[in-house]
């Protein structure tokens, strides 16, 4: 009985010390650190300290940041320099009509950045385009007629810088009601509610700056944009002996002046 239990006891610690033998043969390997994810880096490719929001949004409505606005805004902008467009022509045009369109816009509730609108338009002339526009809000007959102006071989109101501006203003505000935003409302101004309104559809997406549109309303906020900076701050776009353009502070009606600076 003693011999066999001594036997036992002996399979067991032999196994014993050849299980602590395997075991401390194996190598075990640390597993390497997963490697650390990268945050996301978001960078704001345009400037929105108090200045850049002057000069890069419209109507309160800033642009997104992102690569792709970035480069569409740059290259408007080098579009509207004063070596590429003359600015300071602009400018004295704008002097004698923002006066004009100014209280109007605000009576209409209609943002003051609308003002630039012509300048893109028409460059503040009062010529008739190709399709049939005329004025400095560049008004087809037909929709000029829809909004209270006199079209005809005797007359035509769009020439009427306050009877126009009162009729751009009316049909900006429907256009923002129609599309609840007022780079909408501009992108409609250029292109037409209806081809605007199926663009949503059918892109599902009612962001101006995300939508794929034609190369000319695609480009038309951009434009007013651009344009809203060269005016705002010609010095800084090439025009050194400039004029800048300063806003009244209490009386709406009051006439704007230009300084000269060397």
Request: aromatic content about 14%; hydrophobic content about 40%; some cysteine.
């Amino acid at each position: 009985m003693i011999k066999k239990h001594f036997i036992t006891c002996s399979v067991i610690l032999v196994l014993a010390v050849i299980l602590k033998l395997n075991i401390y043969s194996v190598a075990f390997v640390k597993p390497a650190p997963a490697p650390a994810l990268k945050a996301p880096r978001f960078v704001s490719y345009l400037n929105y300290s108090a200045a850049g929001k002057t000069e890069y949004s419209f109507a309160n409505e800033s642009l997104p940041a992102s690569a792709k606005v970035y480069r569409k805004m740059q290259y408007s902008i080098k579009r509207h320099t004063y070596k590429n467009v003359q600015s300071h022509i602009l400018q004295i045009k704008a002097e004698k009509i923002f006066p004009i369109i100014e209280p109007i816009l605000k009576a209409y509730g209609i943002p003051l950045d609308f003002k630039y609108l012509p300048l893109v338009e028409s460059g503040l002339k009062e010529g008739t385009s190709s399709k049939g526009a005329r004025g400095i809000w560049q008004f087809m007959p037909g929709t000029a007629r829809t909004y209270g102006l006199k079209v005809s071989h005797g007359v035509d109101e769009r020439l009427n810088l306050r009877k126009a501006t009162i009729a751009a203003c009316k049909y900006i505000r429907d256009l923002h009601n129609e599309f609840n935003s007022w780079t909408l409302a501009a992108a409609a101004y250029n292109n037409g509610s209806i081809k605007l309104a199926k663009a949503i559809r059918t892109q599902s997406e009612d962001n101006y700056f995300r939508m794929k549109l034609n190369r000319e309303t695609g480009s038309y906020v951009y434009n007013l944009i651009a344009m809203k900076a060269i005016i705002d701050h010609p010095k800084k776009y090439g025009y050194d002996n400039y004029y800048s353009y300063l806003k009244p502070k209490d009386n709406y009606l009051q006439p704007k002046e230009f300084f000269a600076y060397n």
